[in-house]
């Protein structure tokens, strides 16, 4: 029978349809869907390749006294788990225990990891890999609006808008089904990309499309200021709007008077012809001066830096001044990367947060989550540590010596990625749980075979916080345990006093209860209903209520019910250039590959697109360093070396250099990148560091 469900990838959630095959696999089919209209990219259509896999992993693993990962039962890892997490627990309390979960996991198994390492290991130590994606506009977000959901809107409001404005987010590449939406407003010559390559995005821009404005890396709150200036100076910003609306604006709209045209200039190097233009085109579109619409959207190149936050909020800043934010057919939004990153950072993933969007420190949410639980709320932990000082403590006095890892490769995907290396290396006991030997699960003492996403039952959070169904189209190996099996199991061993839930359905029900009231309300959410297809979009407090598809119409989830502005200060990037590291080195990714690449490289069709790093450098830069097409490149920074091959294009700034993050070993380009972080948020610098490039 054909089942209904979405692709296992981006945020998008490419809505499908699985038929199983003989054999245990499927055939994937595009579904008409709101926010794909039928499309898949290459990733989707090949989702079902690594169900089966020869790299599979179909029973538990246990490194031997030889040091080698060996066929174990289940007995004998649930022992091994035990006696480790009992050993770390007597010699130093109970955080010498640590959880690291991620943005993949349904709603369902996101909320019981948060639920198993507070009510059954009693550990502050849990965070995920979601803090490496969407930290800095959650972070914004929450500050701004008091409410951080990825899209407040459903995409599909873009197609009607004069003007969008893109801000570090190349949609073409990393959620191809999601440019049909843009197509209205390239049309209208409305589309504006702000990024330092000429990505496939920024090439919508052409023949008419729009504006591509290519700013120094680490530079995009330069430019933000610079444009809020140029709407000061014209008076178009919509000052009935912020009146009424708004906290703030007079401190923020003093801030960016330092913000000239030939100032943003001379620090993005963004002419300042170009930097008026989009300014123009971006102010005509807004509803208060008369346009049909516009959209600001950020993503991860805006935000994966240390000042983030900050970056994300001037964003913030000019949609608010243009009265975008909380109008029908107007918005702010921030693009939403992992399958589950919107859901996945509600729930108590992570280290301050309880379900619903609770903060862990608030006595009533303490108390209403322990009594849907069944437990003490003084025996609740209370905050953690945010995911890069959590890696950096582990194997260190006082710090975890036993790691438990749910849906994530913090080994490839980490930033220092050699250090986090080191750090699990010192660890007594790691434990992953995968379907694939990833590069973390190569290291790990014990290793735990889980489901894919075509062999589990649950739900997952779009981009735009709609909850979309995960149904079960094939069975697992015989041998593979599911997560919520696997926490229940592991509590009732280590003696848990809470009862945990191993039907995907009750621990909806659960979470239903246990986020009802929150911030991120599911209190209406069930199975049930979504099975009968209503489109459910948080907050839904009740079974009765239709969900809410678009946020702040009538006022922000402030006490106030206004928006907060913040005025921001652009700082340099961490990592700036120097004279032996002159070029800027930027990470992103391919349209063949999906975050640490563990999935998508066991798929001989993507790999065939792209079967191994590469240089992008501009053939100015390659001429200076007398290096051709496809001679390999040694890029070094302060942290390790990445070799690759060089793959000339006038797509990238001339002092910069390009290298995709999916892959492992010397092509890991995050063994190069800056674990400095965002003080508010805990995010990485990612996107930008200083290098030196020569011929290898």
């Keep these: 029978m054909p089942v209904e469900t979405h692709c296992p990838y981006c945020a998008l959630q490419c809505a499908m349809t699985l038929t199983p095959t003989t054999g245990g696999g499927v055939e994937v089919a595009p579904r008409d869907f709101p926010t794909n209209r039928g499309g898949l990219c290459q990733k989707g259509w090949t989702s079902a390749t690594v169900l089966t896999s020869p790299d599979r992993l179909t029973t538990p693993l246990v490194r031997d006294a030889h040091g080698a990962l060996t066929q174990a039962s289940w007995e004998q890892a649930y022992e091994r788990i035990v006696a480790g997490v009992r050993a770390a627990q007597q010699a130093a309390g109970k955080d010498a225990v640590a959880v690291f979960g991620g943005g993949g996991l349904t709603n369902e198994k996101s909320y019981t990891i948060g639920k198993f390492a507070r009510a059954a290991l009693g550990t502050s130590r849990i965070d995920y890999n979601g803090r490496f994606c969407m930290s800095s506009a959650a972070a914004a977000g929450g500050r701004a609006f008091g409410l951080d959901r990825g899209l407040p809107f459903p995409l599909a409001d873009l197609g009607g808008a004069a003007s969008v404005l ?8 990393t959620m191809p089904p999601s440019v049909q939406h843009l197509a209205g407003v390239r049309r209208r010559g409305g589309l504006i990309v702000v990024d330092p390559r000429r990505s496939a995005t920024a090439a919508l821009t052409e023949d008419g499309g729009g504006i591509h404005l290519q700013p120094l890396p680490g530079a995009d709150i330069v430019v933000l200021l610079g444009l809020l200036h140029l709407l000061v100076a014209a008076g ?32 993005t190097g963004i002419p300042t012809d170009e930097l008026r233009a989009a ?56 693009v939403t990367g992992q399958g589950n ?14 379900p619903g969007y609770r903060k862990i420190d608030d006595p009533a949410a303490r ?28 194997g260190l006095p006082g710090g975890p010596s036993v790691l438990f890892v749910h849906g994530a490769n913090p080994a490839v995907s980490g930033p220092d990625a050699g250090h986090v290396r080191e750090r699990l290396a010192a660890l007594d006991l790691l434990v992953v749980a995968d379907f694939v030997l990833s590069e973390t699960a190569q290291l790990a003492d014990v290793v735990l075979p889980v489901p894919q996403w075509a062999e589990e039952e649950g739900t997952m959070t779009s981009l735009e916080g709609r909850v979309l169904r995960r149904r079960r189209a094939a069975a697992s190996p015989p041998e593979v345990r599911d997560e ?35 911030v991120a309300d599911y209190g209406g959410v069930a199975h049930g209903r979504l ?16 969900g809410t598809p678009r946020l702040f119409l009538d006022r922000f989830a402030t006490p106030n019910g206004r928006a907060r502005m913040v005025a921001v200060t652009p700082r340099p990037v961490d990592d700036d250039l120097r004279p032996d590291a002159p070029v800027h080195l930027i990470t992103g990714r391919l349209l063949q590959h999906y975050q640490s690449g563990a999935q998508t490289r066991l798929v001989p069709e993507l790999m065939r697109g792209e079967p191994r790093a590469f240089v992008q450098v501009h053939p100015v830069l390659a001429e200076r360093l007398g290096v051709e097409e496809g001679a390999d490149l040694r890029v070094t920074s302060s942290r390790g070396t990445v070799t690759a091959p060089a793959r000339l294009s006038t797509d990238i700034r001339p002092d910069c250099v390009f290298v995709p993050f999916h892959f492992p070993g010397e092509q890991s380009v995050n063994l190069l990148t800056n674990p400095a972080t965002d003080p508010i948020s805990g995010m990485p610098e990612f996107k930008v560091c200083a290098v030196q490039v020569v011929p290898a």
């Excluded at 240390?306 to 702010?332: C, E, F, M, P, W």
């Excluded at 108390?367 to 890696?391: F, I, N, R, S, Y």
Aim: hydrophobic share 40%.
């Design 166 to 173: 893109l801000v570090g987010s190349n949609l073409a590449e």
């Design 236 to 267: 178009d910003t919509d000052e009935g709007y912020l009146a009424g609306r708004v906290d703030g604006w007079a401190e923020v709209k003093a801030s960016c008077a330092l913000w000239w045209p030939e100032r943003v200039e001379r620090v």
């Design 367 to 394: 108390a209403h989550v322990a009594a849907v639980w069944g437990v003490e709320e003084e025996a609740l932990p209370g905050a953690g540590l945010p995911a890069v000082e959590l890696l950096d403590a582990l």
């Design 484 to 518: 919520l099996q696997i926490w229940h199991d592991l509590a009732q061993l280590l003696g848990s006093p809470a009862h945990f839930e191993t039907d995907p359905d009750r621990v909806m029900d659960e979470l239903a209860r246990a986020s009802s009231g929150g």
């Design 531 to 546: 099975d009968g297809g209503e489109p459910v979009f948080w907050p839904c407090p009740d079974l009765d209520h239709p």
């Design 279 to 334: 300014a123009r085109l971006f102010a005509a579109a807004a509803p208060g001066n008369g346009g049909a619409g516009a959209y600001l959207l950020t993503g991860r190149g805006a935000e994966q830096h240390a000042h983030g936050t900050d970056t994300v909020t001037a964003a913030i800043n000019l949609a608010l001044a243009l009265g975008l934010v909380g109008r029908v057919g107007s918005g702010y939004g921030c």
């Design 341 to 354: 990153g919107q859901g996945g950072r509600e729930h108590g993933q992570k280290a301050d947060q309880l």
